[in-house]
T-cell receptor, first 115, second 118 residues
């Protein structure tokens, strides 16, 4: 069984540009979560999507947005990139709303570098 | 609100020695607790989880953790460290029902880097 897959593995962008990160959940999982792991800031919750809807959002500005597609894959978009957006972005998935408190499976992440 | 405190950002042990990584949590409702491990340049791998069943939880690679409500702790232990255990370990808490702003959100501790010496 394939795990959570994220693409690209690495992404280099210039300040002010937009970045798009992609995530495919484990087959059968309907929930997708996004986390940011920035140096010195630890792991911060960004977004949770389930069945195509945004279910919860962390304390991030609106330029961090995303969506979930009918096949449950997800995109994270970061607009107007700032240097401090440089981080490892982790995607995770779970069976869905009823399973969300039981932990989830993480992908290997996308390393975003803003220069 | 929920929070996690991991005591000690770095822990160093000798190969074969006991591993003890400390985690204390705060939650206004009964929590679900997790330990994840992260190897360099990789994502997070779930080691074990407490979901209100047995208080002593066994995980992969001989790791285990004990939920102690009175101490609000969920410390991670392993009887004998291996070189391959060197990694960063994260304790996390999930709590709150559907009407909670914390629903679906894992709150992580700051992590503990485990170094294993030969």
């Amino acid at each position: 069984e394939a795990g959570v897959t994220q693409s690209p593995t690495h992404l280099i962008k210039t300040r002010g540009q937009q970045a798009t990160l992609r995530c495919s959940p484990i087959s059968g999982h309907t929930s997708v979560y996004w986390y940011q792991q920035a140096l010195g800031l630890g792991l911060q919750f960004l977004l949770w999507y389930d069945e195509g809807e945004e279910r919860n959002r962390g304390n991030f500005p609106p330029r961090f947005s995303g969506r979930q597609f009918p096949n449950y894959s997800s995109e994270l978009n970061v607009n107007a990139l700032e240097l401090e957006d440089s981080a490892l972005y982790l995607c995770a998935s779970s069976l869905g709303d009823r399973d969300t408190n039981y932990g989830y499976t993480f992908g290997s992440g996308t390393r975003l570098t803003v220069v | 609100a929920q929070s996690v405190t991991q005591l000690g950002s770095h822990v160093s042990v000798s190969e074969g020695a006991l591993v003890l990584l400390r985690c204390n949590y705060s939650s206004s409702v009964p929590p679900y607790l997790f330990w994840y491990v992260q190897y360099p340049n990789q994502g997070l791998q779930l080691l074990l989880k407490y979901t209100s069943a047995a208080t002593l939880v066994k995980g992969i690679n001989d790791f285990e953790a004990e939920f102690k409500k009175s101490e609000t702790s969920f410390h991670l232990t392993k009887p004998s460290a291996h070189m391959s255990d060197a990694a960063e370990y994260f304790c996390a808490v999930s709590a709150g029902g559907r009407i909670s702003t914390s629903y679906g959100k894992l709150t992580f501790g700051q992590g503990t880097i485990l170094t294993v010496h030969p």
